[in-house]
């Protein structure tokens, strides 16, 4: 975004997450639960470049817009509350700069 500043680096992306999470118990009672989810996501990352190192601060947000409700495989029926993989993260980080050869 700023192509003119050779020190500071801002960039956004964007993209998606998907996947599926499962929730068993095998023991005394046995139960098997599904969860499939969609998320787009959007992530800005800066980066400010010092002689020969770089503080960089990541921050991402994922909505997840699937049907929150757990789908029943087998065993013993229990009502799950719903749930969104929704999710906000924040990183920091300290690179050395490498030289070009």
Known sequence: MLAKN???????MGGFNWGRKSLEQIGAEV???RNVFFA???KTH??????????????????DVTNPK??????????LDSTKFNMFLFSVGLGFNMPNY
């Open 6 to 12: 050779k020190r500071v680096d801002i960039l956004l």
């Open 31 to 33: 139960f098997k639960y």
């Open 40 to 42: 787009p996501k959007i």
């Open 46 to 63: 800066f980066r400010i470049h010092i002689k020969k190192l770089t503080l960089a601060a990541r921050a991402e947000y994922q909505l």
């Open 70 to 79: 757990w789908k029943y495989k087998s065993g013993q029926d229990y009502t």
